[in-house]
Nanobody
Framework: QVQLQESGPGLVKPSQTLSLTCTVS??????????WTWIRQPSGKTLEWMGA???????YYNPSLKSRTAISRDTSKNQFTLQLSSLTPEDTAVYYC????????????WGQGTQVTVAS
């Protein structure tokens, strides 16, 4: 059974950089044709795909966030990480990590989500 678990701070200040980690169990982040994804949902708004890191290590970003986003991985720990810089209150959201097989909009497994609030 594939499980994903997000971890990171719940409160960050404006202009700072958010760092979230997703720990994966039950599968390897190097499994062929797997894409490890970050998605967020501000309160009352729709889900927003932020980016992903593929099984080969290639990264993919939402163009609207690309300048502020970096996704990396640690294969020895079976984890992948999101960094989002220059935070504003508009980045307040529930952040999810998820596993995709590459079909846009389809996710096989989700983490439970973690609330991140950007406030001074």
């Amino acid at each position: 059974q594939v499980q994903l678990q997000e971890s990171g701070p719940g409160l960050v200040k404006p202009s700072q950089t958010l760092s979230l980690t997703c720990t994966v169990s039950g599968d390897s982040i190097t499994t062929d044709v797997s894409y490890w994804t970050w998605i967020r949902q501000p309160s009352g708004k729709t889900l927003e795909w932020m980016g992903a890191i593929g099984y080969s290590g290639s990264t993919y970003y939402n163009p609207s966030l690309k300048s502020r986003t970096a996704i990396s991985r640690d294969t020895s720990k079976n984890q992948f990480t999101l960094q989002l810089s220059s935070l504003t209150p508009e980045d307040t959201a529930v952040y999810y990590c998820a596993r995709s097989n590459g079909i846009p909009g389809e996710y096989e497994n989700w983490g439970q989500g973690t609330q991140v609030t950007v406030a001074s």
